[in-house]
């Protein structure tokens, strides 16, 4: 970490705070959670949060003691088992450690089924300023496939119980492509998206994660992989219908609430956060298996919660591994990240042979050159990733 030393202090700083605990799990996820069987008597809330402060006051003394946090971000896990208090509690371990910037950005994940309007109350006075709801689809049967324990109709009633406590910014969350899920299904879950008082919705393609029990499932046939030119379909149905609604793209996977005279995002819909991500800024991830990023150097903590805690108490930070990125490494990133973005990816961020490359995309119809930037065309979106490769190869 001795890279760290060096940290401008005018970079944008995030927070990401990662909860580890979920009720039960589902089979399609592959991130860092447990269930408290799992967990046994090895971890709890309690040592968890120890732990987090502990990070948090480490973080601080490492990144610079004036340093602003533009942004805060609670996932998980399920950060809601917390409940309001104990999200209130980690939102203020937070300020007890680091000054938040005028106007910072406080998001927390939620499972439609752990809140209530008393829950988002305690949030809004806590000082959280956006809230991001999983859904994943108002089809019951798509649900089940996917062991979503929520019942559709639940992440509609919890996103207005959070607008009615005051929350302006609010998310829910789309999968689509799932087996079994059908072009009526999906548009029944944009639909009832459009229902309710939110400015960003988030939307992404099934992906079969190896070691998830999604996977076991594809793997014995019980179940066929998603197909990709149905996706591609889904794909434009979402965007389509999301557009005529008044939401645009800023990112491939992501919509926020469009401003009328312009077409571009309201200030504010936007996810502030994960645009850090997205153009490489710092952030600094605190909790099991959160993974950080401060002035070119990349690292990610332990993954179980009881050998993470144990770390911090024994004065040691819980790093399971770094990296220092390369020149080459770091421009990877900006292709690959930046195109993703409305805004698209600068030219001179290029050299001459990958701007020939890029040119040739453009012929192609996958790229338009808008200004100084290149940026992916309605087409060129359903197969991002694609471009990127032929850019850099």
Same mark, same amino acid.
């Given at each position: 970490m001795a890279a760290l030393h060096a940290v401008d202090d005018a970079r944008p700083l995030g927070l990401?705070?990662?909860?580890?605990?979920?009720?039960?799990?589902?089979?399609?996820?592959?991130?860092?959670?447990?269930?408290a069987g799992e967990l046994g008597s090895s971890s709890s809330p309690q040592s968890w949060m120890e732990g987090v402060r502990r990070e948090l006051d480490a973080a601080a003394e490492l990144v610079s003691p004036v340093r602003k946090v533009s942004t805060v971000f609670v996932g998980g896990g399920t950060p809601s088992l917390l409940g309001g208090d104990g999200l209130g509690d980690l939102l203020g371990a937070v300020r007890d450690s680091f000054d938040l910037a005028d106007g910072a950005e406080v998001t927390t994940?939620?499972?439609?089924?752990?809140?209530?309007?008393e829950f988002f109350a305690t949030l809004r006075e806590a000082g959280y300023?956006?809230?991001?709801l999983g859904m994943q689809s108002a089809a019951q049967h798509v649900l089940s496939v996917?062991?979503?324990?929520?019942?559709?109709?639940?992440?509609?009633?919890?996103?207005?119980?959070?607008?009615?406590?005051?929350?302006?910014?609010?998310?829910?969350?789309?999968?689509?492509?799932? *087996?079994?899920?059908? #072009? %009526?299904? /999906? $548009? !029944?879950?944009?639909?009832?998206?459009?229902?309710?008082?939110?400015?960003?919705v988030s939307a992404y393609a099934l992906i079969v994660e190896d070691g998830t029990a999604f996977a076991r499932k594809v793997r014995r046939g019980e179940? *066929?992989?998603?197909? #990709? %030119?149905? /996706? $591609? !379909?889904?794909?434009?149905?979402?965007?389509?219908?999301?557009?005529?609604?008044?939401?645009?793209?800023y990112e491939v996977s992501n919509w926020a609430r469009a401003q009328e005279h312009s077409g571009l995002p309201e200030p504010g819909s936007t996810c502030r956060h994960n645009e850090m991500y997205w153009r490489s800024d710092d952030w600094?991830?605190?909790?099991?298996?959160?993974?950080?990023?401060?002035?070119?150097?990349?690292?990610?903590n332990q993954k179980h919660p009881a050998t993470y805690s144990a770390s911090l108490a024994g004065g040691v930070l819980p790093v399971a591994g770094q990296e220092i990125l390369t020149l080459e490494d770091a421009h990877t990133e900006t292709v690959m990240l930046r195109l993703r973005m409305r805004d698209g990816l600068a030219v001179d961020a290029l050299d001459d042979r990958e701007r020939m490359r890029a040119d040739v995309a453009v012929a192609a119809g996958l790229l338009v050159r808008r200004g100084d930037a290149y940026v992916l065309t309605d087409r060129g979106r359903l197969l991002a990733d694609g471009v990127v490769r032929d850019i850099l190869d």
């Open positions: 990401y705070l990662h909860v580890p605990f979920c009720a039960t799990r589902c089979g399609y996820c592959d991130f860092n959670t447990y269930t994940e939620s499972n439609p089924e752990s809140t209530s309007p300023t956006r809230i991001s996917l062991e979503r324990t929520h019942t559709p109709g639940r992440a509609l009633d919890a996103a207005r119980e959070a607008a009615d406590a005051g929350f302006e910014h609010l998310n829910l969350d789309l999968i689509y492509g799932t *087996p079994g899920e059908t #072009d %009526d299904d /999906l $548009a !029944a879950s944009i639909d009832a998206v459009l229902s309710v008082p939110i400015d960003h179940v *066929p992989m998603p197909d #990709d %030119d149905v /996706l $591609a !379909a889904r794909y434009e149905m979402l965007d389509e219908r999301l557009s005529q609604a008044g939401l645009t793209w600094w991830g605190v909790g099991p298996g959160a993974h950080s990023h401060v002035n070119g150097v990349r690292w990610w």
